[in-house]
């Protein structure tokens, strides 16, 4: 994961997403999850690279904790927001 947000919980795009996805491609993980707004950026990854990992895009960061952990965001069930 790579990404900042804001304090209503929107993520907020990032730089460098070539870089953090061939090191992540470079060490063994599997699955990266970007803010969706740099979806643009994977072009610039190479196909081989892109073809060998799942790319989870974000738009808020509830989906990041759903897509982060393995039984989703238990919290969410619980929440009174």
Same mark, same amino acid.
């Given at each position: 994961? *790579? =990404?900042e947000? *804001?304090? %209503? +919980?929107?993520?907020?795009? #990032? +730089? +460098?997403? @070539?870089?953090?996805?061939? $090191? /992540?491609?470079r060490? =063994?993980?599997? %699955?990266?999850?970007?803010?969706? %707004?740099?979806? @643009?950026?994977? $072009?610039?990854v190479? $196909? /081989? ?8 895009? /974000?738009? %808020?960061?509830?989906? #990041? !904790?759903?897509? $982060?952990?393995?039984? +989703?965001? !238990?919290? @969410? ?5």
């Amino acid at each position: 994961m *790579t =990404g900042e947000m *804001t304090l %209503r +919980g929107l993520v907020l795009p #990032v +730089g +460098g997403i @070539k870089d953090k996805i061939l $090191a /992540a491609h470079r060490y =063994g993980i599997k %699955r990266v999850i970007l803010p969706e %707004r740099n979806l @643009k950026d994977l $072009a610039e990854v190479p $196909a /081989a690279v892109l073809g060998s990992l799942e790319i989870l895009l /974000a738009k %808020r960061m509830e989906d #990041v !904790l759903e897509q $982060a952990f393995e039984d +989703g965001w !238990l919290w @969410k069930q619980h929440s009174k927001l």
